[in-house]
């Protein structure tokens, strides 16, 4: 605009302020004289406050965190809804029930969107869900003017406003579709319009506190016809939000999409409830983890995804499945479904075949542990009678895909890292399938294997070499520079040792020796590790 206002900005500014003038003094005006009883006192201090937040508050609050913000609006309106149906006379029992489960619809709109607004909470359709918030205010302003009316205690002016104030809010939907499509000065012009007509209900909210201690007037009683609308009028503006939620069961519900926080966690099939299976499974199908598409395109209904995910329990191969996923629009149709997605929507099904997917997380532990503990059973000191300083046995668990063998570290070494890659680089020097570098040693393992029994233990002088019964003994050098060598255990992760391991540095920091005894029969592959001190830097092969 060049730092100029051009005519129709100008001519809405001037009628703005005008306009806002004349609603200030309405607002401004003093309370009648009298003496309200203590919950008409109440109400109007509340009314008050909301003009206040209205004209000035809002803005010292917006500096506030959302949620205080959510949360002073929540309680401010319940306890007026509540002291309306306190204090207006609304002449008949239906009318007051008809008004307390309107206001109670739109404060529970009112939440909903406040917890969708502060992210925790997702509604399905923001859409549906700002008409139904819209519908819920015009029908508590209805019928809370319907109720003032009744009364009698307030002037035609003040329902004239409150009037207008259900014109404003009709028409703040098909204006703001109308906005959008705007451009330059017409933008601002509406603006302007949004401004001002927010006001008329500042002036309504006003004008009810001001005439609360008004004495009655007399109301007209109207004629059987009138009242027949009436109660048509009252029935409507009470079902109506309430209709407008109620979808067809084949409505596209999505209260369970992939950035829902209630599928950040999905918990083992043990640990839900029955009544929360279907909603993990819901999560799991919409799920983009890693990038990928969901099972059921975004558009399909939650009933719609879980009838496909029964249908998809009948199946008998994957090609089938492939057939409906295909049918359904799925964008990953030739993966096929896993059993442990299918387990929620299906338990009876996928249990005959897989029964560990049944258990909770902490069966699964339970299992897990056992089926350690059952491995290291089977491991036996080959040295019974050897006690050693320390010593530990155990089965150590390789990766399944393969792997190069297990370490002998320092795992207090600064170079531990460079060095363990330096030892794996090594391994396949020569036939003892021993790997050093520093502080670091990778012990290989001869057979095709995916765990072996491993007994370590530690001396103070090198122990006979008793090869006899070995199929291959390796001596090697070894540092130890912050007192501590060990061999790596499985913790939380599937590799390492199925038992604590000690440390076998013994002496502390300094030089040793690591002598490995490795043996292969049917039933599996043993390793003895033997550490000892030692300043020799020869790798010795005492059998091969």
Known sequence: MNGRLDTPTTVALIVAALVKAAFLWLILRTPVRGTPDRRAKALRTLLYVTVAYTLVLRHPIGLLPDAVDEVLTLVLWTAIHVLYLLVIRWRSPTSRAAAGAVFAVGLALFVQD??????????????LSSMASTLSVVAATVLTVVGQRRDGRWSRGTLIAGWSSIGVYTLILPLTLIAKDLRGDGVVVTLIFFDVAMLVGSVWHAATARELAVEDRPADDP???????????VAAVTVLPLAVLIQPEQAAYLTYSSGSTQCYDQPAFGDLKPSERDATFLCRARGRDGGVPPMFPDSMSDQAVLAYGRVLCRTQDHDEQQAILTRAGSERAAWGVNAWDLVYVCPETVGATRPDLLRSTAETQEDYADSIAEANAKCRDPWPRTKGVVRATANYFLFADGDHGYLVHDPGDAAFEEEAEQATDRVYDDSTRIGVAGSAALVGHLADVSDLCLTVKAFRTAPPARTAGWDQVSEVPLISRSGRLTVPEMGEGEV???????????????RYRLRVYIRVNDAAEEHLVVVFPGTSSKMLKLKS
């Open 114 to 127: 406040a917890l969708d607004r502060l992210d925790l909470y997702e509604v399905g359709s923001s859409g």
């Open 496 to 510: 390492g040792a199925g038992a604590p391991m000690p440390n076998l540095a013994i002496k502390g920091k300094g």
């Open 223 to 233: 004629p059987p016809v009138r009242r027949r609308v009436n109660r048509v009028l």
